[in-house]
């Protein structure tokens, strides 16, 4: 039984699941979506959440409290290794005059909930079956005004595991976010 014991193990020791936590989390905050299990993508959404949390409430004490703000600042790098995350997340160096802003900024406004997880169809898709191949599935969405495309080839994950979209939601005034600029096309369907 498993009585007062939180977390999923992910088939690691402590060290390794602290590493992979802080790398998928540095990478949804770098590029805004991952492709990863619904096992770790479950396990790291209340990770960046706190993360988020933490840059909003340094955000909202920048002009009052300094000390209070660099405690902030110094948190969330001490638990995300990453200082040009970090800088993203708060707004300082080239966001602050680039791009508005940092990543918690987008969420001043909104209560938690700034990731979701979207289930993809199966778990192996694209699969390569015998000899001959099957569909490639192509994935095109957007992010940040590009336009992307994910190819969803072979078994790159596992074969039992399920695969989903682990993103950040795009800001307070999308609160229940239907997707849709996620359309997954089946190539030869033209």
Partial sequence: MRHRKKGRHLSRTTSHRGALRRNLVNSLFISGRIITTLEKAKEMRGFAEKIITIAKKGIAVRDKDRAAYVHKYR???????????VKKLFGEGKWRENEGGGLAERYMGRNGGYTRILKLSGSRLGVVSGSSIGKVTELKYKMFDVERKIKLTGNRLGDNASRVIFELVEGDSELAADVDDVKPVVKGDD
């Fill in 75 to 85: 948190l969330a790098l001490s638990k995300l290794h990453n200082k040009d995350v």
